[in-house]
């Protein structure tokens, strides 16, 4: 298949609530859609969402790197099923992953209708459906149980916990509150979106122990992988690197150095599905958990994660609830991309993403 021109469109997201974080708070915003269309009549569709606070990418950087610096090394070029076409693109430029990601996402969706197959099946995925956990955002402790004890009451079965802009005690007591009010009944999943010191982390962790936490995300900062391992040699309770891990050399040092236990793969990090791919296949040979997650996206964002980690075999943990958080109201399947069911997102058997255009 060969590029015949690149197009790119705003897409406007709504959320049914405020999504706030140690790093930030959403209600709008607008993901930038790539159309990469092909001489052989294909046309494949791809998301970047600009997350400045994590990947460095406002909405003007991503439109400027697919205009101005990708659409014209791509098009003219030949895509196979290799895709060493990214290797080439990448050197372009360091960093500027959710361009990278918006482009490779297109150029898998392209190769999965070129062969007939929804993406899922292209990377070699059997099942259709995924179970998600949902993720409470920061506020206070009376609201996030209120939160938690309504999703739980939708079928979720699993909670994801934002933490990072309290004291210590407040950390501490705050998880201590919603696991009494969900009587220790729910496993949670904390993330700290790097909001502790190193210090601060042991001293919060230790206090939890005896409640069903599955992991702490990211307790320190992104680039403080000493720190991370400090806290990783200390705990009882699992600890996994996200803001820390953006590409395949990355999850090679953390898990050669022994900084965490485990890893959380985001297409906006990585690049896109190719390198994903990578850092997975690494963390399996090293028997290393993993789970797929995102940033607040969009409709074709959010497909390719999830046909993403439906491609993947063992994928331990799943945090996409994005869908779940989306005011989708007026929007079609076939412009969403996925299903929802209690605390599951299901994929169509549509070619490709299952995205119209």
Known sequence: MIIDKIEIKKVPIKLNAPFKTALREVQVLDVIRVLIFFTNGLVGIGEAAPTKVITGDT??????????????????????????????????????SSAKAAIDIALHDALAKAANVPLYRYLGGTKQSLE???????????????????????????????LGLGTIEEEVKKIKQI??????????????NQGWTKEEAVQILQEWQGIPIDFVEQPVKAADFAGLKYVTERSAIPIMADE???????????????????LNIKLMKTGGIREGRKIFALAQAHQMPVMVGSMIEGYAGMAAAAHFALGMSDVRYIDLDVPFMWDATGI?????????????????EAFGLGIER
């Open 59 to 96: 909405e003007a950087r991503i439109i400027a790197d697919v205009s101005k610096r990708f659409a014209p090394f791509l098009i003219g070029k030949k895509v196979e099923a290799s895709l060493a076409v990214l290797d080439e693109m990448n050197q372009l430029v360091e960093g500027h």
């Open 179 to 192: 696991n009494q009010h969900l009587k220790g009944q729910i496993p949670f999943r904390i993330d700290a």
């Open 132 to 162: 998600t956990d949902f993720t409470i955002s920061i506020g206070s402790p009376e609201t996030m149980c209120r939160e938690a004890q309504e999703k739980v009451s939708k079928g979720f079965t699993s909670l994801k916990i934002k």
């Open 332 to 348: 079609s399947i076939a412009q969403q991309g996925v299903l929802l069911q209690p605390g599951r997102v299901v994929v169509t």
């Open 244 to 262: 820390s891990v953006f590409s395949y050399q990355d999850a090679k040092q953390l898990i050669e150095e022994q900084c965490c236990n485990a």
